[in-house]
């Protein structure tokens, strides 16, 4: 199904994500299994936050990248599980990569980002274009 | 294409489906070979060396003081906690796949622990409890003399 091009894409749907395989694909970049962070994406009056779930990676893991309209997401957790005696294991330690493709309503050169406790919270700013505005009513004469 | 599953708005079905998954796995037995077949929050893994055996759980966004960790019977070990959902005033999600809200697991470790000194770390979302074997339960060189 071809994509929308921007110009008609809604408001609504600013991100799309891309085709990304849930679980353990190769990543050329770091080595070792990759997998795609949960999101939430939530809309507000001036801006889109992404929130995403990244356990083991500090804030020297992280890499944010914007080119294209694709914003990419990238999270290096340190090696947690090699050279150990595993008793019972129930989810495998890797890194985490995932991109989206931001539609046009998004301020790319106001991205900004933080990193607590595991979770990526990324602000993606509205441009002025879309954000809602107040309309003064005057009385008329 | 691969897709994840997009929800506009939180399904109260998913709590009956939480409490389901809570019930099933209330004292589920972690034993060697069983790689858990039900999906249980939140997963663990667990390894040892000589004196202790660690407990390892991905838990993104949460603070040791979100969670309670007990230790009973030498070797039952219960973690419970909470994720508060984003919910910012007039949000609209676009997608949500984050789970929030309580969670609890109980296990049965497969040797017993010294319960007055189990020590838990959580940093960058992932909670790691170490605990000391019991004395009884550590390897133990065996010295062999000649008859």
């Given at each position: 199904?071809?994509?929308?091009?921007?110009?008609?894409?809604?408001?609504?749907?600013?991100?799309?994500?891309?085709?990304?395989?849930?679980?353990?694909?190769?990543?050329p970049?770091?080595?070792?299994?990759?997998?795609?962070?949960?999101?939430?994406?939530?809309?507000?009056?001036?801006?889109?936050?992404?929130?995403?779930d990244?356990p083991?990676?500090?804030?020297?893991g992280?890499?944010?990248?914007?080119?294209?309209?694709?914003?990419?997401?990238?999270?290096?957790?340190a090696?947690?599980?090699?050279?150990?005696?595993?008793?019972?294991?129930?989810?495998?330690?890797?890194?985490?990569?995932?991109?989206?493709?931001?539609?046009?309503?998004?301020d790319?050169?106001?991205?900004?980002?933080?990193?607590?406790?595991?979770?990526?919270?990324v602000?993606?700013?509205?441009t002025?274009?879309?954000?809602?505005?107040?309309?003064?009513?005057?009385a008329?004469? | 294409?691969?897709?994840?599953?997009?929800?506009?708005?939180?399904?109260?079905?998913?709590?009956?489906?939480?409490?389901?998954?809570q019930?099933?796995?209330?004292?589920?037995?972690?034993g060697?070979?069983?790689?858990?077949?039900?999906?249980?929050?939140?997963?663990?893994?667990l390894?040892?060396?000589?004196?202790?055996?660690?407990?390892?759980?991905?838990?993104?966004?949460?603070?040791?003081?979100?969670l309670?960790?007990?230790?009973?019977?030498?070797?039952q070990?219960?973690i419970?906690?909470?994720?508060?959902?984003?919910?910012?005033?007039?949000?609209?999600?676009h997608?949500?796949?984050?789970?929030?809200?309580?969670f609890?697991r109980?296990?049965r470790?497969?040797?017993?622990?010294?319960?007055?000194?189990v020590?838990?770390?959580?940093?960058?979302?992932?909670?790691?409890?170490?605990?000391?074997?019991?004395?009884?339960?550590?390897?133990?060189?065996?010295?062999?003399?000649?008859?």
């Amino acid at each position: 199904m071809p994509e929308p091009t921007t110009q008609d894409q809604p408001l609504a749907d600013p991100v799309k994500q891309q085709a990304q395989a849930d679980l353990a694909t190769p990543e050329p970049m770091y080595g070792g299994a990759v997998f795609a962070p949960q999101v939430d994406i939530l809309e507000m009056e001036d801006e889109l936050t992404l929130l995403a779930d990244m356990p083991g990676v500090d804030l020297d893991g992280v890499d944010i990248h914007f080119e294209n309209s694709e914003l990419t997401l990238y999270g290096r957790a340190a090696r947690r599980d090699e050279g150990v005696e595993f008793i019972h294991r129930e989810y495998g330690v890797g890194n985490f990569h995932r991109a989206f493709t931001i539609g046009p309503s998004i301020d790319s050169s106001k991205i900004s980002a933080q990193l607590s406790d595991g979770v990526l919270t990324v602000h993606l700013p509205k441009t002025e274009a879309v954000k809602p505005r107040r309309i003064e009513v005057t009385a008329g004469y | 294409m691969a897709l994840t599953r997009w929800r506009a708005f939180h399904d109260p079905l998913d709590d009956v489906n939480r409490l389901q998954e809570q019930m099933s796995r209330l004292f589920s037995r972690l034993g060697a070979n069983d790689r858990a077949a039900a999906p249980a929050y939140p997963s663990l893994n667990l390894w040892q060396d000589g004196d202790y055996i660690y407990v390892e759980s991905e838990l993104p966004g949460l603070k040791l003081g979100d969670l309670e960790i007990v230790v009973t019977g030498g070797n039952q070990l219960s973690i419970k906690g909470h994720r508060e959902p984003a919910l910012p005033d007039n949000a609209v999600w676009h997608r949500q796949e984050r789970g929030y809200g309580d969670f609890s697991r109980l296990v049965r470790l497969p040797i017993d622990v010294d319960a007055d000194h189990v020590a838990a770390t959580l940093k960058n979302g992932v909670l790691t409890i170490k605990l000391p074997k019991h004395a009884e339960a550590k390897p133990r060189k065996i010295a062999v003399t000649g008859g």
